[in-house]
Each structure stands twice: as structure tokens, then as C-alpha cells.
Antibody, heavy 116, light 110 residues
Framework: EVQLVESGGGSVQPGGSLRLSCAASGFTFSTYWMHWVRQAPGKGLVWVSR????????NYADSVKGRFTISRDNAKNTVYLQMDSLRAEDTALYYC?????????WGQGTLVTVSS | QSALTQPASVSGSPGQSITISCTGTSSDVVGYGFVSWFQQHPGKVPKLMIYDVSIRPSGVSNRFSGSKSGNTASLTISGLQAEDEADYYCNSFTSSYTHVFGGGTKLTVL
């Protein structure tokens, strides 16, 4: 059974940092693109970032480029999102998603709150 | 990376058909056949309903169908049921090798 379990969310002040993790199981992790998608409270889905299977290609939404870094450790079946210089508008539920385009595997999300 | 354009809301009565549009540009919807549709019930994780414009994943009702014409992709739900009431989001791959979602459409079953 495919499982994606996010962790690392919490409350942080503006300008602070957090690292999200997504532990994957039930599939050959290293063969899939992994994505982060966020959803602010009461708002729509927003794509954040993606990384290819071996970690050599990454892409980011303009809103997070230069502040967020996606990475993965295939030995640990885990994808990460390092979030620096956090802003109030980064407050959201962050989902880890396997192959956003065509598969239906999402984690339950981890909540990030940026507030002073 | 402007969001794809969706109507904020649509509604229909049980048994009717409705269509949700998703308008993009040559950099996303037009240029690529990688448009997906997601359904999200309140408090729940999004569910993939259509991918690659018109392919329905296993287990998704055949009442759901997708299409594309020019810069607009569409999701059609036929035989509307109460359980279809949810938010729907389109998503497209882009020429910048990123993805972009639409703003979401709230479907109300009257």
C-alpha cells in the first residue's frame, strides 16, 4: 500500500525556517517524481515544487524560488522541503504528492503557520 | 506562472450534466496534453479524477470526462449526484517545467 506521511510543520515567525519531510512507502520511491503542493486555509491548491527520481532535476513556483529547496534521500525513501525566509503568505497545509500529473497519491499534509 | 482560470462556482440539479472550464495559455494548457482534474471534499485530500486531458483513472466513475479545445480544458460530470458536490481544481504542466493549478470551482448540487 502506498503511503506518504508528512512531518515537520509547525509555527514559526516571519523570516524563520522549517524543514518538511515526507516519508514514502509501498512503492519504488526512486522511480517517481515527487511534488509539494500547498493549500492556505480556505483557499485553493497551489503547486510549490517538484524533484525527479534521482534528485538531479528540481523546479519551483516563482513564489518560493530562492527561498525553498526540495531534495530527496532515496536510501531513506524521503523527500524534503527546506523553507527559509518564511512569510505570512506561506501559511498553509503542505501536501507531499507522488507524480502529480497522473497518480493519486497524496499525504495527509503538514500545517505550517507563519506568524509573529 | 499565473493560475489557470476556472469559474468560482457552478451548480446543477441531480441527474443533470455540468461542465467546468479551465482556461490557460500557450505555455500550459494549449502546449501540453498534461491537464489533470482533482476533486476535493471539505477537509479531505484531493482526489485525481482525470489526467492527460481525458484519461480516467481506475475506480473513477465514467460520469466524469475531460476534454480540451484550444486554450480551454473542460471537466464534464453527467448524471449529477449529491456526492459530486465538492471543489474541483484543474492542473497543467507548463513550458517552464512547473505545474500550475486553477483557482478552483465549487460545485453545488441543488
Amino acid at each position: 500500500e502506498v503511503q506518504l506521511v508528512e512531518s515537520g510543520g509547525g509555527s514559526v515567525q516571519p523570516g524563520g525556517s522549517l524543514r518538511l519531510s515526507c516519508a514514502a512507502s509501498g512503492f519504488t520511491f526512486s522511480t517517481y517524481w515527487m511534488h509539494w503542493v500547498r493549500q492556505a486555509p480556505g483557499k485553493g491548491l497551489v503547486w510549490v515544487s517538484r524533484i525527479n527520481g534521482d534528485g538531479t532535476f528540481t523546479n519551483y513556483a516563482d513564489s518560493v524560488k530562492g527561498r525553498f529547496t526540495i531534495s530527496r534521500d532515496n536510501a531513506k525513501n524521503t523527500v524534503y522541503l527546506q523553507m527559509d525566509s518564511l512569510r505570512a503568505e506561506d501559511t498553509a497545509l503542505y501536501y507531499c504528492v507522488r507524480d502529480l500529473r497522473s497518480s493519486n497519491y497524496w499525504g495527509q499534509g503538514t500545517l505550517v503557520t507563519v506568524s509573529s | 506562472q499565473s493560475a489557470l482560470t476556472q469559474p468560482a462556482s457552478v451548480s446543477g440539479s441531480p441527474g443533470q450534466s455540468i461542465t467546468i472550464s479551465c482556461t490557460g495559455t500557450s505555455s500550459d494548457v494549449v502546449g501540453y496534453g498534461f491537464v489533470s482534474w482533482f476533486q476535493q471534499h471539505p477537509g479531505k485530500v484531493p482526489k485525481l479524477m482525470i489526467y492527460d486531458v481525458s484519461i480516467r483513472p481506475s475506480g473513477v466513475s465514467n460520469r466524469f470526462s475531460g476534454s480540451k479545445s484550444g486554450n480551454t480544458a473542460s471537466l464534464t460530470i453527467s448524471g449529477l449526484q449529491a456526492e459530486d458536490e465538492a471543489d474541483y481544481y484543474c492542473n497543467s504542466f507548463t513550458s517552464s517545467y512547473t505545474h500550475v493549478f486553477g483557482g478552483g470551482t465549487k460545485l453545488t448540487v441543488l
